[in-house]
């Protein structure tokens, strides 16, 4: 199963406070252990949300994009990692070992092809195979 761990933004992430240098080499440490594990297949922080922007959709084919920053930190994402792991509990677990002093993290399962069993037409799911090739192509993953 993959996941997404997403870590929350804060006051200090919105407002571009970068870590110290202990606290990037312990997460840098982390990493390096969920990398070795086999666990982690992407991640990276985000900038602030004032370099941002929203798209909202109203249903008729409009859009309207909203320009950050964004008022409700609690709200923001302010980095993330993908892991594959046999279950949720294995990710709570290896999230247990992180680095962080504070804050709150989210976990939640992607998507796999089983979610969309009974609805996805062999056009699509071949069309979906394609385009999967075609990043692991232009990845090297």
């Known amino acids: 199963m993959r996941f997404m761990v997403i870590v929350k933004a804060n006051e200090d992430t919105e407002n571009s406070v970068m870590p110290t240098a202990a606290e990037l080499a312990a ?3 982390y990493n390096e252990e969920l990398v070795k594990a086999g666990v982690m297949l992407a991640g990276d922080g ?3 949300s004032d370099k941002g922007a929203r798209v909202a959709f109203d249903g ?3 859009t309207t994009v909203i320009d ?3 008022t409700e930190t609690k709200e923001l994402i302010a980095g993330f990692w993908i892991w594959e792991l046999p279950s949720l509990q294995d990710a709570v677990e290896w999230l247990k070992k992180a680095p962080f002093q504070s804050g709150e993290v989210e976990i939640r399962q992607i998507h796999g092809p089983e979610a969309f069993e009974g609805i996805i037409t062999p056009e699509t799911q071949a069309q979906e195979d394609r385009l999967r090739e075609q ?3 232009q990845t090297g993953q």
């Open 27 to 29: 997460m840098g440490n």
């Open 46 to 48: 985000l900038y602030p």
């Open 60 to 62: 008729s084919g409009a």
């Open 68 to 70: 950050g920053p964004f």
């Open 135 to 137: 990043i692991s192509a």
